[in-house]
Every structure is written in structure tokens, then in C-alpha cells.
């Protein structure tokens, strides 16, 4: 009988719109299968629905005990997606000692970008914001923006190419004094604040920061609280007196 399965899948990113998958093909039954279809799809989900995109659908055959190294270079943004779906004999030709290893959903998030080490500091002009990005997955992360943010008002736009597997990137920032007003303000540091990759973990991509601004009109109000008058003798001895506080 028959029992054909997909183990072993890699996904590796090539460039944002391209990844090299590879997987291995068995027939781990003691017969021979005529020629059939394994098609790779891609998904949102781990489950294989209507809507879900063909991607390959290769032609194969397996003598028993048979297995395959299977080496494809798939057109599709890694950024974008959640799954790879393999299914062999994906026509349901034969009648299998298993059905469920034809079988196999691989998650292709492999990206996960934080936000740390962010700090303000108060220039003459404005302020500066600086800040690391972390990618902390194991995948590259693909094009994406940062948005520095002020009282929930985006201020600045950044634009990455990449961050790789395992890799941080520092950056510092200016803001004008003229779009800051005078008293307590919220900074947000925003990694991918467009949704551009698909992560891991979302919850993570910011980083909050208050800073303090003073008027830079504003004069020093100074306030006499008491008087106080030292009369010295020839001798050297002196005598401290308070006085009045002046109206």
C-alpha cells in the first residue's frame, strides 16, 4: 500500500519577494506510485481553504521505501504571509496507508522587531530622540518604516531596507523646537508602524518616552522671603538681626 509524506521543510528569504523552500518527499509504503502532484500554497492560516494561493505543484513518482529532496525557489514576499501549505498527491489519486502525513502547515513568520534603549535628550533647539531596533526572530526582516511620534501626532518617518536575523540598528533623531510646545510630552518610538511585516509578536514594537519642555520665554521670578541685617563691633564680634519681610 501506499503512504506518501513531506518532512524536513526549510524556508529561507532570498530577497523581499523571493525564498528558497526545500522539503523532503517519501513513499513510505511498499509500493510503487504512478506519477502525482505536490502542490506548496500560500496561506494566512494553517488550514487550506478556497481562497488559499497556488504557488507550485510539482509532477513526481516514488518507488517504495523512495525519497526526495525537493528544492524550490518560490515568487512571494515572506513579510506578508503566515504559512506554507505542502500537500502531496494534492489530486487525491490514491488510496494511502496514512492520509494525514500528506499533509504539512509551516509557519513562515519568522520575524520578530522590538524597540529599546530609548532615550531623550533636551538640545538648545529641540530635543533628540534616540533609540535601537531588534530583530530578535530568526528570519531577516524586509523594508519597513519607523514613526516617531509626538502627543499621537507623527513627526517623522524612517525608512529601513532590512534589519537581519539577530541584528539591531541605532538611530538618533532630531525634533524642532517649533513643533514642541511648553510642558509634558508623549514620545512613541513606533517599529513597523505601517504593518508592513508580519511578526512573532506585535505587542512589542514600541517604546513610550515623556519628555519636559520649559518656555523659553519665560523669565526667572525672583521672590525675597526675608531680610536679614550683621552689624559688626571693632572687635570683630557681629550681630545678626531679622527684619521685616519687605511688602
Do not use: C
Amino acid at each position: 500500500m501506499l503512504d506518501l509524506s513531506v518532512d524536513h521543510v526549510s524556508i529561507n528569504p532570498v530577497t523581499d519577494n523571493q525564498v528558497s523552500v526545500g522539503y523532503e518527499l517519501h513513499n513510505l509504503g511498499t509500493e510503487k506510485t504512478n506519477r502525482f502532484r505536490t502542490a506548496v500554497y500560500l496561506s494566512q492560516d494553517p488550514l487550506l481553504n478556497f481562497g488559499d494561493k497556488l504557488l507550485n505543484n510539482r509532477r513526481e513518482s516514488l518507488a517504495a521505501g523512495e525519497s526526495k529532496d525537493i528544492d524550490l525557489l518560490l515568487n512571494f514576499n515572506p513579510n506578508q504571509s503566515n504559512y506554507l501549505i505542502f500537500k502531496a498527491d494534492s489530486a487525491n489519486k490514491f488510496s494511502e496507508f496514512n492520509e494525514k502525513n500528506n499533509f504539512k502547515a509551516i509557519p513562515i513568520t519568522g520575524v520578530d522587531l522590538t524597540i529599546k534603549d530609548g532615550k531623550v535628550e533636551l538640545i538648545p533647539d529641540g530635543l533628540t530622540v534616540s533609540y535601537t531596533v531588534s530583530n530578535s526572530g530568526p528570519r531577516r526582516a524586509g523594508s519597513f518604516s519607523n514613526l516617531i511620534s509626538l502627543d499621537g501626532q507623527i513627526l517623522k518617518k524612517v525608512e529601513l531596507k532590512s534589519v537581519g536575523s539577530q541584528k539591531e540598528r541605532s538611530f538618533s533623531h532630531s525634533l524642532k523646537r517649533e513643533n514642541l510646545t511648553p510642558g509634558t510630552h508623549q514620545i512613541s518610538i513606533l517599529a513597523d508602524g505601517y504593518n508592513q511585516i508580519r511578526e512573532s509578536n506585535e505587542s512589542n514594537n514600541s517604546f513610550l518616552l515623556d519628555a519636559t519642555i520649559s518656555d523659553p520665554t519665560q523669565k526667572p521670578d525672583l521672590l525675597i522671603t526675608d531680610m536679614w541685617t550683621v552689624d559688626i563691633a571693632p572687635d570683630g564680634s557681629y550681630k545678626v538681626t531679622k527684619t521685616q519681610k519687605p511688602q
